[in-house]
């Protein structure tokens, strides 16, 4: 008998959402601060990532980091959410080395500073247990630089950019 | 001469990071409640993290008891969905048993903040570099390798 490894896309979902959180470990370890606040809140994260890309409605994932004394955007990463869903030959593709290169480039971030993950849908969005409302903070005076692809997989994957003062 | 156990269990995409560390702390409390699960709990979201890193797919969490040392390994992408490989049957002992210790595999480069969060939570459940072996796991291989010595003698004998 022979046998085929077959890919759904709940398996996609599973290996994006676990995959855009490792993504932004590496960042915010790579940025001089301590990942565990995010890591500590795994189960909370992995809950809306996973809800709202199995519907669909997962638009962007951002990563803020910030200074507590102002309040100001010190930095951010964007990964947009790209679906194509039934594209792709079943690889499972994550490039953390292009984080890493771009991350050189930026430079690490004040160790005061302070963190926090949003998460953007499109309208219509179930709401899920831990999660509300928000908003982002002024990206005034920021350009936007994109990565272009660093998480795929059959189609569904995430754009990374970052953010950093023009 | 340690007992050894290996188990591997299917992660990503076969089910989550967070979902395989539970699946490993049902095996290792073999469905009990109390103060151990509670500990190995508690430390999910870094247990996650070291698994969506893959460290264990190489290296593998230890647990060790005053009975049989545990070794878990980790399946990812077409190996965890094919799942031939896996072996996530219930263990014939009690791997918490008295004294016990998990020591978690760590990239290198996380290995700082890591044993800091974990910390925070026990003292019994620890992160190494993942290219260092367990100090009885050493000794483990050591025996196993000197029992896997080449008789040549014996087999070239008629």
């Given at each position: 008998?022979?046998?085929?490894?077959v890919n759904t896309f709940t398996n996609s979902v599973i290996y994006v959402a676990d995959n855009i959180l490792m993504s932004m470990k590496e960042i915010?370890?790579?940025?001089?601060l301590d990942p565990s606040n995010l890591v500590e809140g795994w189960s909370l994260h992995k809950r809306g990532l996973q809800s709202w890309l199995?519907?669909?409605h997962?638009?962007?994932?951002?990563?803020?980091?910030?200074?507590?004394?102002?309040?100001?955007?010190?930095?951010?990463?964007?990964?947009?959410?790209?679906?194509?869903?039934g594209v792709g030959d079943g690889v499972f593709w994550t490039d953390t080395a292009q984080i890493k290169y771009h991350i050189q480039k930026v430079g690490v971030v004040p160790s005061q500073a302070r963190y926090r993950l949003l998460l953007q849908n499109k309208p219509g969005a179930d709401e899920v247990d831990g999660w509300g409302p928000g908003k982002y903070r002024s990206t005034d005076g920021f350009a936007r630089h994109s990565l272009g692809s660093t998480i795929e997989h059959n189609?569904?994957?995430?754009?990374?950019?970052?953010?950093?003062?023009? | 001469m340690t007992t050894v156990?290996?188990?591997?269990f299917r992660s990503t995409p076969h089910r989550d990071a967070l979902d395989t560390w539970n699946a490993i702390v049902e095996l290792l409390t073999q469905g009990r409640t109390g103060a151990e699960r509670t500990e190995l709990i508690a430390v999910g979201g870094i247990?996650?993290?070291?698994?969506?890193?893959?460290?264990?797919?190489?290296?593998?969490?230890?647990?060790?008891?005053?009975?049989?040392?545990?070794?878990?390994y980790c399946l990812y992408d077409d190996n965890a969905l094919d799942g031939s490989d896996a072996n996530e049957g219930g263990l014939g002992f009690e791997p918490l048993k008295g004294d016990w210790r998990v020591s978690l595999p760590c990239p290198a480069d996380d290995l700082a903040w890591v044993q800091n969060a974990l910390k925070k939570h026990s003292t019994r459940i620890t992160a190494r570099d993942r290219d260092t072996a367990v100090a009885l796991d050493t000794n483990t291989s050591a025996a196993a390798t000197q029992d896997l010595v080449f008789d040549q003698k014996g087999f070239l004998a008629p």
């Open positions: 008998m022979t046998s085929v490894v915010i370890r790579l940025s001089g199995l519907s669909r997962l638009e962007t994932v951002v990563l803020e980091v910030f200074d507590p004394n102002t309040d100001a955007l010190v930095g951010r990463w964007d990964i947009d959410v790209i679906y194509t869903t189609g569904l994957g995430g754009n990374t950019a970052y953010w950093r003062k023009a | 156990v290996r188990r591997t247990g996650a993290s070291i698994i969506a890193d893959q460290a264990p797919k190489e290296a593998a969490i230890v647990v060790t008891c005053d009975g049989p040392r545990t070794r878990i």
